[in-house]
């Protein structure tokens, strides 16, 4: 059951970035870019979170999946401040 719903996380972070970024590309609003590439990144901290937890169970990836989630709130904030000049 772990399963479904690390890959259910990870479907929806993958399917919030893409309709983010594509509404983006229509409007060119950038708030809608930085919440894109935040849920980009959080995608791929799913995706990191599957492979440790489930996949390579012998090594430690905690340090690793940080990274993407470190990043995309990183850009989320930058995106936040930048716009609110």
């Known amino acids: 059951m772990a399963d479904v ?6 479907l ?3 399917v919030s970035a893409v309709l983010l970024l594509r509404g983006y590309s229509r409007g060119r609003a950038r708030l809608l870019l ?3 590439l935040c849920f980009g990144f959080l995608f791929a901290n799913n995706v990191l979170l599957f492979i ?3 996949l ?7 340090i690793v999946r940080m990274v993407p989630t470190l990043i995309g709130i990183g850009l989320l904030v ?5 716009d609110a000049r």
């Open 34 to 36: 930085w919440s894109g």
């Open 56 to 62: 390579a169970t012998e090594m430690d990836l905690s």
């Open 52 to 54: 440790d937890l489930r």
């Open 5 to 10: 719903v690390f890959l259910l996380c990870a």
């Open 12 to 14: 929806t972070s993958l």
């Open 78 to 82: 930058f995106g936040l401040i930048w």
